[in-house]
């Protein structure tokens, strides 16, 4: 006798996933700052994370004793990936970059950037080989590095033209969903909610893990929406908003809020150290809470949805 489950495909859950896009997915998604992730998001938290320091999924990272001798004090030594817009580019356009410029004014030190692609290798090959010093945006609660305070939240969007029939959209329960196809990275926690609101088997999936140098997942997406191949996008709203605003104005972006069942869909970004530099990690903590005002309007200004530390209400410019 066979069950009459549904049998949901592999890329719902992450399994066979071949690329990288942010490293958003992979945050606080417990119910409190700081909370282990749970779940979905703690399964793309383990594999992504292992994979970037270099180790084997279960294996663990060990941590040795480490001092803040290591952190330069002649520069700001920042490891980025070179092709990763909105986040970050080898030319300075992405909000990354503009974060990195205001804490090495705010620290009266140049900049310096240590390329490597977001993928495979790429703390062990930037930060843990004593080559820069801080990665920029990080995952709240994970053992790979040492976190700093977060200084942005926020949350997975959909993305819909204006003037649709979808514009009034804000979760993944509406029935004006049925029967539409979503563009939807795979193995992000959002698939978990197509699944159980019945719409992942329309759902167009696009690779979590790839070489931005090569392939732009969420930029494909977005084109296949504005082609019409898909009825509607969700992405990371740090890299879809900022995507929306300066090449596809004729979509809004609804940062998903609402949802009543796990796993959740807003986040917190960190800045990344080496475990063990308290000093670094505290001299950073004071740059954030002095300077979230002009944090935040860099973050605004580029485009991203900013929601509160809980992760209920749409932050404002002020």
């Known amino acids: 006798m066979t069950s009459g489950k549904r049998k949901m495909p592999a890329w719902v859950s992450g399994r066979g996933c071949t690329h990288r896009q942010t490293r958003c997915d992979d945050i606080d998604s417990g119910n409190r700052p700081g909370g282990r992730p749970n779940g979905l998001a703690a399964i ?22 480490q001092t803040s001798d290591l952190v330069s004090r002649s520069e700001l030594r920042v490891c980025a990936d070179p092709a990763n817009l909105p986040l970050s580019h080898e030319n300075g356009s992405g909000y990354e970059n503009r974060l990195a410029e205001l804490f090495a004014a705010k620290l009266e ?11 495979t290798g790429f703390v062990r090959n930037t930060l843990r080989a004593n080559r820069c010093d801080v990665i920029i945006g990080y995952a709240q609660g994970h ?6 305070n977060h200084y942005m939240t926020s949350a997975y969007a959909l993305i819909v033209p204006k003037d649709g029939s979808l514009s009034g959209v804000k979760t993944l ?8 196809r979503l563009g939807i990275v795979a193995g992000s926690p959002p ?10 088997a329309m ?12 392939e732009s997942p969420a930029i494909d997406m977005l084109q296949d ?7 509607a996008a969700i992405l990371w709203g740090p890299i879809g908003g900022p995507l929306v605003k300066a090449d596809f104005p004729e ?32 001299k950073l903590n004071s740059l954030i809470r002095r300077n979230s005002k002009e944090i935040n309007a860099i973050l605004l200004n580029a485009g991203v949805p900013l929601l509160d530390d809980m992760g209920t209400e749409i932050m404002g410019g002020d």
């Open 203 to 214: 759902a167009k999936p696009y690779h979590l893990f790839v070489d931005r140098r090569v």
């Open 44 to 65: 793309l938290v383990t594999a992504f994370f292992s994979l970037a320091a270099g180790c084997l999924p279960g294996e663990t990272y060990r941590a040795v004793a």
């Open 109 to 119: 030190r140049p900049l310096a950037y240590t390329w490597f692609p977001m993928a």
């Open 191 to 200: 698939a978990s909610h197509l699944a159980r609101n019945g719409l992942i």
């Open 251 to 282: 979509f809004q972006i609804t940062p998903l809020l609402r949802e009543d069942h796990p796993p959740r869909l807003f986040f917190r970004i960190t800045m990344g150290v080496r475990p063990g530099e308290k000093v670094w990690q505290r």
């Open 143 to 148: 053992e790979l590095v040492l976190n700093t």
């Open 225 to 231: 929406l504005r082609s019409g191949t898909i009825d």
């Open 173 to 180: 329960s509406d029935e004006m969903l049925d029967g539409k």
